[in-house]
């Protein structure tokens, strides 16, 4: 049975969850794009895994997923989370990630990140 769009974005996130690089790069294509708005963008599985544990964090992100969308290829997720910079110590965040689909896996993400108090 193939997973649904769905459940490929509950792996990938429970894969950021957990830190787990493989979990995460079988949710994409190879060709992949992440574009994290205002901030990076990245091409391919190489650079997207280069991303996952960005040097300027420490530990695994808390990730809680408030709503999914689905329209056609794309899922569209909101939430809020938390994580640890280096540089400035524990911070909170709300997100939305917008997932396109191409046979099945991840072909794009475009991320929005905005800083919470």
Request: charged letters at 30%; proline letters at 5%.
């Amino acid at each position: 049975m193939t997973a649904t769009q769905r459940e490929i974005v509950e792996e990938y996130f429970a894969g950021f969850r957990d830190s787990d690089h493989p979990r995460i790069l079988a949710t994409l294509t190879e060709d992949v794009e992440w574009i994290i708005h205002g901030h990076r963008n990245t091409r391919g599985k190489a650079e997207f895994d280069g991303e996952i544990e960005n040097p300027a964090f420490t530990g695994r992100p808390e990730l809680d997923v408030q709503r999914v969308f689905e329209d056609g290829p794309v899922v569209v997720t909101t939430g809020e989370g938390r994580g640890v910079s280096v540089e400035h110590g524990p911070f909170r965040f709300a997100f939305n990630d917008l997932f396109t689909f191409r046979d099945g896996l991840i072909t794009r993400v475009d991320s929005y990140v905005v800083p919470l108090s």
